[in-house]
Protein backbone atom coordinates (compact mmCIF):
# COMPACT_ATOMS: atom_id res chain seq x y z
CA UNK A 1 0.00 0.00 0.00
CA UNK A 2 1.52 3.23 -1.06
CA UNK A 3 2.11 6.14 2.02
CA UNK A 4 -0.94 9.02 2.24
CA UNK A 5 -0.64 12.47 2.57
CA UNK A 6 -2.75 14.81 3.07
CA UNK A 7 -2.78 18.77 3.36
CA UNK A 8 -6.58 20.24 5.16
CA UNK A 9 -6.51 23.86 5.17
CA UNK A 10 -9.54 25.46 6.50
CA UNK A 11 -11.14 27.63 4.18
CA UNK A 12 -11.45 30.54 7.05
CA UNK A 13 -9.07 32.93 4.83
CA UNK A 14 -6.57 33.07 2.21
CA UNK A 15 -3.67 30.61 1.69
CA UNK A 16 -0.82 32.26 2.68
CA UNK A 17 3.40 31.41 2.30
CA UNK A 18 3.45 29.31 5.36
CA UNK A 19 0.22 27.45 3.68
CA UNK A 20 2.51 26.79 0.21
CA UNK A 21 5.12 25.56 2.72
CA UNK A 22 2.97 22.96 4.06
CA UNK A 23 1.17 22.20 0.86
CA UNK A 24 4.51 21.71 -0.90
CA UNK A 25 6.27 19.09 1.65
CA UNK A 26 2.98 17.27 1.54
CA UNK A 27 4.04 16.81 -2.18
CA UNK A 28 7.41 16.21 -1.65
CA UNK A 29 6.89 13.31 1.12
CA UNK A 30 4.73 12.21 -1.93
CA UNK A 31 7.15 12.31 -4.57
CA UNK A 32 9.68 10.97 -2.71
CA UNK A 33 7.87 7.76 -1.07
CA UNK A 34 5.47 6.74 -4.29
CA UNK A 35 2.49 8.48 -1.79
CA UNK A 36 -0.89 9.63 -2.63
CA UNK A 37 -1.73 13.39 -1.93
CA UNK A 38 -5.24 13.92 -0.68
CA UNK A 39 -6.58 17.54 -0.32
CA UNK A 40 -9.12 17.85 2.36
CA UNK A 41 -11.27 21.05 3.36
CA UNK A 42 -11.86 21.68 6.88
CA UNK A 43 -14.83 23.23 6.92
CA UNK A 44 -16.84 22.74 9.77
CA UNK A 45 -16.81 25.71 11.37
CA UNK A 46 -19.45 27.73 9.45
CA UNK A 47 -19.10 31.30 10.59
CA UNK A 48 -15.89 31.23 9.58
CA UNK A 49 -15.74 29.16 6.83
CA UNK A 50 -17.01 30.78 3.25
CA UNK A 51 -17.33 29.09 -0.03
CA UNK A 52 -15.33 31.65 -1.86
CA UNK A 53 -12.16 30.79 -0.10
CA UNK A 54 -12.70 27.23 -0.51
CA UNK A 55 -12.32 27.96 -4.23
CA UNK A 56 -9.46 30.01 -4.02
CA UNK A 57 -7.67 27.41 -1.75
CA UNK A 58 -7.94 24.86 -5.32
CA UNK A 59 -6.95 27.69 -7.49
CA UNK A 60 -3.90 28.95 -5.49
CA UNK A 61 -2.84 25.37 -5.06
CA UNK A 62 -3.05 24.36 -8.74
CA UNK A 63 -1.38 27.63 -9.36
CA UNK A 64 1.35 26.14 -7.43
CA UNK A 65 1.62 23.23 -9.86
CA UNK A 66 0.18 21.21 -7.04
CA UNK A 67 -1.89 17.88 -7.85
CA UNK A 68 -3.90 16.29 -5.42
CA UNK A 69 -6.66 13.16 -5.87
CA UNK A 70 -10.36 13.66 -6.16
CA UNK A 71 -12.45 13.26 -4.23
CA UNK A 72 -11.72 16.18 -1.89
CA UNK A 73 -13.47 15.35 1.32
CA UNK A 74 -15.04 18.34 2.76
CA UNK A 75 -15.69 18.10 6.56
CA UNK A 76 -18.96 19.58 6.59
CA UNK A 77 -20.35 16.90 4.43
CA UNK A 78 -19.39 14.26 7.14
CA UNK A 79 -20.77 15.16 10.19
CA UNK A 80 -22.69 11.85 11.03
CA UNK A 81 -19.11 9.83 10.99
CA UNK A 82 -17.96 12.17 13.63
CA UNK A 83 -20.86 12.05 15.90
CA UNK A 84 -20.62 8.58 15.54
CA UNK A 85 -17.35 8.91 17.23
CA UNK A 86 -18.51 11.55 19.54
CA UNK A 87 -21.24 8.67 20.29
CA UNK A 88 -18.50 6.42 21.00
CA UNK A 89 -16.56 8.55 23.52
CA UNK A 90 -20.04 8.97 25.17
CA UNK A 91 -21.05 5.62 25.89
CA UNK A 92 -17.66 5.24 27.12
CA UNK A 93 -18.77 7.95 30.09
CA UNK A 94 -16.22 10.15 28.76
CA UNK A 95 -18.10 13.28 27.49
CA UNK A 96 -20.25 15.98 29.67
CA UNK A 97 -21.94 19.13 28.63
CA UNK A 98 -20.49 22.70 29.97
CA UNK A 99 -22.72 25.64 29.99
CA UNK A 100 -20.60 28.62 30.62
CA UNK A 101 -20.28 31.29 28.46
CA UNK A 102 -16.87 32.67 27.30
CA UNK A 103 -17.69 35.91 29.60
CA UNK A 104 -18.23 33.25 32.46
CA UNK A 105 -15.30 31.33 31.42
CA UNK A 106 -12.92 34.37 31.82
CA UNK A 107 -14.82 35.39 35.08
CA UNK A 108 -14.11 31.91 36.46
CA UNK A 109 -10.45 32.25 35.14
CA UNK A 110 -9.96 35.25 37.56
CA UNK A 111 -11.68 34.26 40.60
CA UNK A 112 -9.87 30.95 40.62
CA UNK A 113 -6.72 31.62 39.36
CA UNK A 114 -4.35 33.03 42.21
CA UNK A 115 -2.46 35.86 41.23
CA UNK A 116 -3.72 35.51 37.59
CA UNK A 117 -1.98 31.75 37.32
CA UNK A 118 -4.39 29.95 36.44
CA UNK A 119 -3.09 27.12 34.50
CA UNK A 120 -3.04 27.73 30.61
CA UNK A 121 -3.17 25.32 27.07
CA UNK A 122 -0.40 24.96 24.87
CA UNK A 123 -2.50 27.92 22.96
CA UNK A 124 -2.45 30.14 25.78
CA UNK A 125 -6.26 29.68 26.21
CA UNK A 126 -7.10 29.00 30.13
CA UNK A 127 -8.04 25.48 30.97
CA UNK A 128 -11.75 24.93 31.55
CA UNK A 129 -11.76 25.77 34.96
CA UNK A 130 -16.03 24.93 35.37
CA UNK A 131 -17.59 22.72 37.49
CA UNK A 132 -19.61 20.97 34.58
CA UNK A 133 -18.14 17.40 35.64
CA UNK A 134 -19.91 17.14 38.47
CA UNK A 135 -23.53 18.51 37.59
CA UNK A 136 -26.33 15.63 38.29
CA UNK A 137 -28.02 14.04 35.58
CA UNK A 138 -31.35 15.67 36.13
CA UNK A 139 -29.95 19.20 35.71
CA UNK A 140 -27.38 18.44 33.18
CA UNK A 141 -30.89 17.03 31.21
CA UNK A 142 -33.09 19.91 32.28
CA UNK A 143 -30.21 22.85 31.32
CA UNK A 144 -29.71 20.84 27.72
CA UNK A 145 -33.22 20.77 26.70
CA UNK A 146 -33.61 25.05 28.00
CA UNK A 147 -32.08 25.53 24.80
CA UNK A 148 -29.30 27.60 26.33
CA UNK A 149 -25.98 26.68 24.69
CA UNK A 150 -23.70 24.11 25.02
CA UNK A 151 -20.60 22.47 24.95
CA UNK A 152 -19.12 18.70 25.06
CA UNK A 153 -16.09 18.61 26.68
CA UNK A 154 -13.81 15.51 26.95
CA UNK A 155 -13.31 14.09 30.84
CA UNK A 156 -9.43 14.54 30.23
CA UNK A 157 -8.47 12.83 33.66
CA UNK A 158 -10.80 9.62 32.92
CA UNK A 159 -9.68 9.91 29.56
CA UNK A 160 -6.10 9.66 30.42
CA UNK A 161 -6.61 7.03 33.07
CA UNK A 162 -8.07 4.88 30.56
CA UNK A 163 -5.64 5.14 27.90
CA UNK A 164 -2.80 4.55 29.68
CA UNK A 165 0.22 5.79 28.55
CA UNK A 166 0.48 7.28 24.83
CA UNK A 167 3.13 8.38 22.45
CA UNK A 168 3.93 9.35 18.69
CA UNK A 169 6.97 8.83 16.05
CA UNK A 170 7.80 12.46 15.16
CA UNK A 171 9.58 12.04 11.43
CA UNK A 172 10.30 15.83 11.68
CA UNK A 173 10.76 17.97 14.57
CA UNK A 174 8.39 20.15 17.84
CA UNK A 175 9.46 23.76 18.34
CA UNK A 176 12.35 22.92 20.31
CA UNK A 177 13.80 20.39 18.43
CA UNK A 178 11.60 17.29 19.79
CA UNK A 179 11.68 14.45 17.45
CA UNK A 180 11.49 10.69 18.14
CA UNK A 181 9.82 8.90 20.08
CA UNK A 182 7.67 11.62 22.18
CA UNK A 183 5.51 11.11 24.65
CA UNK A 184 1.64 12.54 24.61
CA UNK A 185 0.64 14.61 27.75
CA UNK A 186 -3.20 15.21 26.58
CA UNK A 187 -3.72 16.65 29.86
CA UNK A 188 -2.12 19.54 29.52
CA UNK A 189 -5.03 20.56 26.78
CA UNK A 190 -7.35 20.43 30.24
CA UNK A 191 -11.09 18.96 29.47
CA UNK A 192 -11.24 19.88 25.72
CA UNK A 193 -14.09 20.83 23.54
CA UNK A 194 -14.95 17.99 21.21
CA UNK A 195 -18.15 19.60 19.85
CA UNK A 196 -20.79 22.18 20.69
CA UNK A 197 -24.55 22.01 20.73
CA UNK A 198 -24.50 24.05 16.86
CA UNK A 199 -21.33 21.67 15.99
CA UNK A 200 -21.53 18.47 16.36
CA UNK A 201 -17.71 18.34 16.23
CA UNK A 202 -14.34 19.68 16.71
CA UNK A 203 -11.10 20.41 15.04
CA UNK A 204 -9.40 17.54 17.30
CA UNK A 205 -12.20 15.28 16.92
CA UNK A 206 -12.94 15.29 13.21
CA UNK A 207 -8.80 15.72 12.17
CA UNK A 208 -8.58 11.96 13.52
CA UNK A 209 -11.48 10.45 12.36
CA UNK A 210 -10.39 11.82 8.57
CA UNK A 211 -6.77 10.96 9.01
CA UNK A 212 -8.18 7.44 10.29
CA UNK A 213 -10.89 7.06 7.40
CA UNK A 214 -8.73 7.95 4.77
CA UNK A 215 -5.80 6.12 5.74
CA UNK A 216 -3.71 8.84 5.61
CA UNK A 217 0.32 6.86 7.00
CA UNK A 218 2.47 10.55 7.64
CA UNK A 219 0.86 13.81 8.74
CA UNK A 220 2.83 16.97 7.66
CA UNK A 221 2.25 20.11 8.88
CA UNK A 222 3.14 22.80 10.97
CA UNK A 223 4.76 22.87 14.11
CA UNK A 224 1.95 25.14 15.93
CA UNK A 225 -0.26 21.63 15.69
CA UNK A 226 2.70 19.72 17.56
CA UNK A 227 1.20 20.01 20.94
CA UNK A 228 -2.20 19.03 19.48
CA UNK A 229 -0.69 15.66 18.86
CA UNK A 230 -1.49 14.94 22.21
CA UNK A 231 -4.95 15.19 22.13
CA UNK A 232 -5.25 13.73 18.93
CA UNK A 233 -3.13 10.41 20.09
CA UNK A 234 -5.40 10.55 22.97
CA UNK A 235 -8.22 10.22 20.89
CA UNK A 236 -7.04 7.80 18.50
CA UNK A 237 -6.37 5.00 21.06
CA UNK A 238 -10.07 5.79 23.19
CA UNK A 239 -11.32 5.11 19.46
CA UNK A 240 -9.25 2.33 17.81
CA UNK A 241 -8.03 4.22 15.71
CA UNK A 242 -4.15 3.83 13.97
CA UNK A 243 -1.24 6.43 14.85
CA UNK A 244 0.03 7.75 11.42
CA UNK A 245 3.48 9.17 11.76
CA UNK A 246 4.07 13.10 12.51
CA UNK A 247 6.02 15.31 10.41
CA UNK A 248 5.65 18.67 11.80
CA UNK A 249 7.89 21.39 9.96
CA UNK A 250 8.92 24.82 11.01
CA UNK A 251 6.63 27.83 10.49
CA UNK A 252 7.52 30.66 7.66
CA UNK A 253 7.65 33.71 9.48
CA UNK A 254 7.31 37.56 8.41
CA UNK A 255 10.87 39.69 8.38
CA UNK A 256 9.56 40.73 12.00
CA UNK A 257 9.95 36.79 12.46
CA UNK A 258 5.98 36.45 13.28
CA UNK A 259 3.86 33.38 12.77
CA UNK A 260 2.15 34.34 9.40
CA UNK A 261 -1.46 34.88 9.58
CA UNK A 262 -4.29 34.70 6.97
CA UNK A 263 -5.52 38.27 7.87
CA UNK A 264 -2.36 39.92 6.38
CA UNK A 265 -2.74 40.23 2.62
CA UNK A 266 1.04 40.69 2.21
CA UNK A 267 1.90 37.15 2.76
CA UNK A 268 -1.49 35.52 0.76
CA UNK A 269 -0.75 33.55 -2.53
CA UNK A 270 -3.14 35.32 -4.47
CA UNK A 271 -1.64 39.45 -3.48
CA UNK A 272 1.66 37.51 -4.39
CA UNK A 273 -0.02 36.12 -8.05
CA UNK A 274 -1.29 39.78 -8.74
CA UNK A 275 1.74 41.53 -7.85
CA UNK A 276 3.50 39.28 -10.70
CA UNK A 277 5.42 36.80 -8.20
CA UNK A 278 6.18 33.24 -10.31
CA UNK A 279 5.39 30.10 -8.59
CA UNK A 280 9.15 29.47 -8.77
CA UNK A 281 9.60 32.31 -6.65
CA UNK A 282 7.34 31.32 -4.15
CA UNK A 283 9.11 28.36 -3.81
CA UNK A 284 12.36 30.36 -3.44
CA UNK A 285 10.81 32.52 -0.53
CA UNK A 286 10.07 29.80 1.19
CA UNK A 287 13.62 27.70 0.96
CA UNK A 288 12.25 24.88 -1.22
CA UNK A 289 14.05 24.74 -5.16
N1 LIG B 1 -7.11 22.67 9.26
C1 LIG B 1 -5.93 22.96 10.03
C2 LIG B 1 -5.42 24.34 9.68
O1 LIG B 1 -5.78 24.88 8.66
C3 LIG B 1 -4.81 21.97 9.79
C4 LIG B 1 -5.12 20.64 10.34
C5 LIG B 1 -4.02 19.61 10.32
O2 LIG B 1 -3.14 19.67 9.45
O3 LIG B 1 -4.08 18.72 11.14
O4 LIG B 1 -4.63 24.88 10.44
Known amino acids: ?19 AYSALLNVQRARETGGR ?72 V ?15 APLYPGAAKAMSATRRAELMSSGLPYALRLDMEAAVVRAGGLSWVEVGCGPNGESGTIEATPAVWGDVILA ?21 TEVVRGQDLFHATSVHRLLQVLLGLPAPAYRHHQLIRDDMGHKLSKSTQATALRTLRAE ?4 AEIRHRIGLV
Open 1 to 19: MPPVFRFAPSPNGYLHLGH
Open 37 to 108: LLLRIEDIDPTRCRPEYEQAITEDLAWLGIAWEQPVRRQSLHLAAYGAALERLQDMGLVYPSFESRAEIARL
Open 110 to 124: AQRGVEGNWPQDPDG
Open 196 to 216: RKETPTSYHLSVVVDDALQGV
Open 276 to 279: GVSP
